[in-house]
Structures are given as structure tokens and as C-alpha cells.
């Protein structure tokens, strides 16, 4: 009888916890939500400052890389389209959520990473705003001004992450993908150029 009764007040103490807890996630997840969309949309500023407001749009073609593409923003000034962003996320080293601004004619206008969970040593380095690389320049501020028709091949069109090789061909890879689907999607709507790896 003992066993029992230990038993049903166990269960009880685990169904009060598990209440409590969806509870709790209930109430903080509309939170935590805003909080990562007002960061988004901050960022947006950054990664694309010649725009002055962004829509998500939805029927991309995301194409054949292995990372995922979680949201395509079409950047405008006043009315006019002026280039896309692009949010990605796949692996690095472990994984990374950047996202990756280019215009019209297919150059980069920035990239800023959104999370990055690599090795704390070498592979943090690459959101590092202290870490310049040997332009002065940090390792994601390299990249604006590119043009994406070039490519992105570590130690040849960008400067890659000493002691971190994997963590510069994932963020290479990234870009890649990223910038593939927004030009093919700014192509085909509004007449950007084509651009393919």
C-alpha cells in the first residue's frame, strides 16, 4: 500500500511539473518570439542599410544545398525593389544562422550572423567583431562588396579563418546557397542578375 501511495503522489508531483512547465513555455514563447523578430528586423537594417523596409516573401525555390533557407526578404527603398536578404542556417563547424543582403546587380551588401554555435576558440572568430582579418576588415564584413558571380572558395576569394577551415567552407557554403537563391528569385520577379555557383 505504501508503494503505491509513494507511487500516485510521484505522479502527481510530475504532472504539477509538467503543467507548470507548459505553463511557463506558454507565456515566454510569444516573448522570446518578438524578441528574435525585432532582432531580425534589426539586423536587416545592417545587412541591407540602403533599404528602408522588407517583405518576406514565400515562393522561392530554395535550391539543392544541404542548409535550409528559413525566410527571404525582398528589400525596397520607397517602392522600388532593391535586392533581397536572405536568411540561412546550416552547418559550419556545428551551425551557424546568418543572413546575407545582395542588390539587384549581385553584390553582397552584407552578412551578419544571427547565431553561430562553432568551438568558443577558432570557429567563434568568425562573428567576432574584434577578429579583423588582414584587410582590417572582420571576417563577415569582407564580404560586402563582393560580387557573387565570383564565388566564395576559402584562401582564394575570401580570406579564410586560420585554424578554422571548417567553420570558413561551411559559412562559404552558406553564402553560396544563400546568394544563389536570391538572385535566381530576384531574376525571375524583378530582372536582377542571374547569378550560379
Do not use: H, W
Request: some cysteine; overall charge positive; glycine content about 12%.
Amino acid at each position: 500500500m505504501k508503494t503505491i501511495k509513494l507511487g500516485l503522489i510521484l505522479a502527481a508531483y510530475a504532472v504539477a511539473s509538467c503543467f507548470c512547465l507548459a505553463l511557463i513555455n506558454n507565456i515566454t514563447s510569444p516573448v522570446i518570439a518578438k524578441n528574435k523578430a525585432g532582432k531580425v528586423a534589426d539586423i536587416l537594417k545592417v545587412v541591407f542599410a540602403d533599404a528602408d523596409s522588407f517583405e518576406q516573401v514565400s515562393d522561392f525555390k530554395a535550391g539543392d544545398g544541404a542548409a535550409v533557407i528559413d525566410a527571404l526578404y525582398i528589400a525596397k527603398k520607397g517602392k522600388n525593389v532593391s535586392g533581397a536578404v536572405t536568411q540561412i542556417t546550416g552547418a559550419t563547424y556545428d551551425k551557424a544562422t546568418i543572413l546575407v543582403g545582395q542588390d539587384l546587380k549581385g553584390t553582397v551588401t552584407g552578412v551578419q550572423f544571427l547565431e553561430l554555435s562553432d568551438s568558443p576558440g577558432f570557429g567563434q572568430k568568425a562573428r567576432d567583431p574584434a577578429f579583423k582579418v588582414s584587410s582590417g576588415k572582420t571576417f563577415y564584413e569582407q564580404f560586402t562588396g563582393k560580387k557573387v558571380k565570383d564565388g566564395f572558395v576559402p584562401g582564394t576569394t575570401f580570406e579564410a579563418i586560420s585554424g578554422s577551415s571548417i567553420t570558413s567552407k561551411g559559412v562559404a557554403a552558406l553564402l553560396s546557397q544563400a546568394t544563389i537563391t536570391a538572385g535566381t528569385y530576384l531574376s525571375e520577379k524583378y530582372g536582377g542578375e542571374a547569378v550560379g555557383n
